[in-house]
């Protein structure tokens, strides 16, 4: 009785202790019930909103810090959607979006239109408006289908640009049918609506990234990171409100605008995704639930009829235009249904339209009654539309995704052979271990977890300090890897040589690349340089990394990279195109591939392999290379593979790109991989490839491990 008395167990429960842990309680329930009997738990969250929601069993009411904390899951969803997405992936597929867009705002606006014109006789304004609210969709299924790690395919591409133009037309009609209503719509009307738009895109695309990278640049606190993705969120959603939009394009943009300073396999990103489906996104669905009244449906059939046909047009014209660009593009089945179960569910700007409609008063009846651009029964359609359409988008989104994901992974090579990729970070300064364990990170590959390795080499002498300091490295290093969803196997060994020390274990651990960061102010140092050289590089089947960071990886806006004539002949040449890749890839920079003309043919044969975007420019001579590496911008980074003496593609003037590197880019990143000149015996596919020169094969490798 205390207790009940302390807490004041009436309904609503106002007690923010309770709220709280009620809302924790649910969260954390429903992917594990649901789970067990295949139902999404994206589902179960809205129907437990329904429950618990004032038109269920009234146990909590839709007040602002329900809404608050959902409008920002809303905008997770959407911001998500827009920082994950693939920008090479995208720039290719950019007709496709345009062209599935279309298909699905034109299809479902017109069956709206009949349906609401004929069938429901509404005016022309209405009809217009109500049509607008089936050619929205939201993504709601988005982080389900990311959690399967197919976010990179082509139909998730396709559909997230599609979403993007879909929802800016939808919540146009929206703005012009406002206006409309209104009286206000002119010349003046279409100019400021057209200009702020565009103000508001050039804004956020544009100012946003020169603003994220002094950022990122200048502030290394993980907190602060991540409160600065939320300040942008934010202030690109208002922007967008301010513009005459809705918020979820400004978040949305934001995302697009910060793609390329949250590599996909960082730390940050790690928290970003971590924080919003673990908190925002699940509050944003119990919220929906919450708008769910199940007893309007047996109060009138005028209210089933105006469902009946919203879900007609609604699953019937996404079901349509999923169709139309699958046989388009000739997707696959399972291609096609992930497009539909996608774009099938209506939310987020359905219910923003819906909501805006409702709230407009055209006229008052001779009884007072006011005269609505769209009715109660709109209303309430409107909310069964949202629970069956993300009931559907949920259950089809979760089963097609579920299939593709198995067929990428029956065809990865890198993912059933461990041995292919073991990275070895040889750690000596405080300073550089984050640097080397988010490099390492991100050149290896998504399918892999426990192929990172960070090794310390104590003095035989054994003293207690020496000790102790390796412990701190090792375990910085562990932490840096755990931020990002990676484990990373820490490595302590005595040894009176450090060199001794570090070939060994690359022999016990069968190591494939070997990282060796270089401290920012001395850069190469002739005992350094002496030490490469003659010991790191005479291990004969192992990529040598040399990595200097000048700045976050993250603010790299484009990678020069230098190749010299005869490296494709190498044996580990292929391999190390692949780390290449792989830094392209995960960080989204443009990669400047300089390299003699048969070089150039090579990899313009299997660049679309790859999804990344590159250029390719003609280097004449090694020494039109070192002018370019000499010239590099700020936030431009070289990349340069080496050759040690004796291999086909060394050049004498390789002897001088250390002294270059320490005269002209102290500031900037750089990184030297020298490839291994044995074929690596883990690694068979690679070496048939490199023995019989067949480069579309190579391709066909190359897309594998990408996968």
Avoid at 10 to 19: C, F, Q
Avoid at 226 to 244: N, T
Avoid at 438 to 463: C, M, P, Q, R
Wanted: with cysteine.
């Amino acid at each position: 009785m205390i207790l009940l008395s302390i807490h004041n167990l009436s309904l609503p429960i106002e007690d923010p202790v309770l709220k709280f842990l009620l809302v924790l309680v649910i969260i954390l329930a429903a992917p594990l019930l649901l789970n067990k009997i295949k139902v999404p738990h994206l589902l179960g969250l809205i129907i437990a909103g329904a429950i618990i929601g004032p038109n269920g069993f009234n146990v909590l009411s839709r007040d602002s810090s329900i809404v608050v904390t959902g409008t920002t899951g809303l905008l997770y969803i959407m911001f998500l959607a827009g920082l994950e997405i693939d920008m090479g992936d995208f720039k290719k597929n950019k007709w496709k979006s345009l062209t599935f867009g279309i298909y699905t705002f034109t299809v479902p606006f017109v069956l709206g239109y009949l349906g609401g014109y004929y069938l429901l006789h509404f005016s022309m304004l209405t009809s217009i408006l109500f049509a607008s609210l089936f050619s929205s969709h939201t993504l709601i299924a988005y982080p389900l289908v990311s959690k399967l790690g197919i976010a990179k395919n082509k139909a998730v591409n396709i559909t997230v640009g599609g979403t993007m133009i879909t929802d800016i037309l939808a919540l146009l009609v929206l703005a012009v049918i406002v206006g409309m209503s209104q009286g206000d719509v002119g010349t003046e009307f279409w100019v400021k609506l057209s200009v702020s738009f565009v103000v508001f895109a050039l804004i956020v695309l544009i100012v946003f990234p020169i603003i994220g990278r002094w950022f990122f640049k200048r502030v290394d606190d993980k907190i602060s990171q991540y409160i600065f993705v939320l300040v942008m969120i934010y202030l690109a959603a208002m922007l967008a409100e301010l513009a005459g939009v809705e918020a979820i394009i400004g978040a949305f943009f934001a995302g697009l605008a910060l793609n390329r300073l949250i590599p996909h396999t960082s730390s940050l990103m790690n928290r970003v995704e971590f924080v919003g489906n673990a908190i925002f996104i699940p509050f944003f669905l119990i919220s929906v639930g919450m708008l769910i009244d199940f007893k309007v449906f047996f109060k009138s059939w005028e209210t089933l009829e105006v469902a009946g046909i919203m879900l007609v047009a609604s699953i019937g014209g996404k079901y349509l235009s999923a169709v139309a660009t699958q046989k388009t593009f000739r997707l696959t089945k399972e291609e096609g249904k992930l497009i539909f179960g996608l774009s099938s569910a209506s939310a987020a700007a359905t219910l923003a339209s819906v909501m805006v409609g409702y709230n407009i008063i055209l006229s008052e009846t001779e009884t007072g009654e006011p005269v609505r651009l769209l009715n109660e029964h709109v209303l309430n359609g409107s909310i069964l539309l949202i629970l069956i359409s993300c009931t559907i988008s949920s259950f089809i989104s979760m089963a097609s995704a579920q299939k593709i994901a198995e067929s990428d992974n029956e065809d990865t090579v890198s993912g059933n052979t461990h041995e292919e990729e073991n990275i070895l970070l040889a750690i000596n300064h405080e300073a550089t271990v984050e640097r080397m364990v988010n490099l390492g990170i991100l050149i290896k590959a998504h399918s892999n977890t426990e192929d990172l390795f960070a090794l310390n080499v104590i003095n035989e002498d054994k003293n207690e300090s020496s000790v102790k300091n390796a412990e701190k490295l090792l375990h910085q290093a562990a932490d840096a890897a755990a931020a990002a969803d990676v484990k990373l196997q820490a490595l302590k060994r005595y040894d009176n040589d450090v060199i001794n020390g570090v070939n060994n274990v690359i022999k016990e651990q069968k190591i494939t690349d070997l990282i060796i960061g270089l401290e920012d102010e001395k850069g190469f140092s002739p005992s350094f340089v002496y030490n490469l050289y003659n010991g790191y590089l005479q291990n004969d089947d192992v990529n040598v990394l040399v990595y200097h960071a000048a700045q976050p990886l993250s603010t790299i806006k484009k990678y020069a990279v230098m190749i010299p004539e005869n490296a494709h002949q190498e044996a580990g040449f292929f391999h190390a195109l692949l780390r290449v890749w792989n830094i392209a890839r995960n960080s989204g920079a443009t990669v400047v591939f300089y390299a003699p003309e048969n070089i150039i043919d090579i990899l313009q044969k299997i660049i679309k392999k790859a999804n990344i975007e590159a250029e390719f420019i003609i280097m004449s001579t090694w020494q039109d290379g070192e002018r370019t590496a000499a010239q590099l911008k700020d936030d431009e980074a070289l990349i340069i593979l080496m050759a040690k003496r004796g291999m086909k593609s060394y050049i004498p003037r390789m002897r001088l790109i250390p002294e270059l590197l320490n005269r002209n880019l102290s500031d900037n990143n750089y990184l030297l991989i020298f490839p291994f000149s044995e074929y690596d015996k883990n690694s068979p596919e690679i070496r048939s490839v490199g023995n019989h020169g067949d480069f579309v094969e190579i391709g066909n490798v190359i897309q594998k491990i990408f996968k």
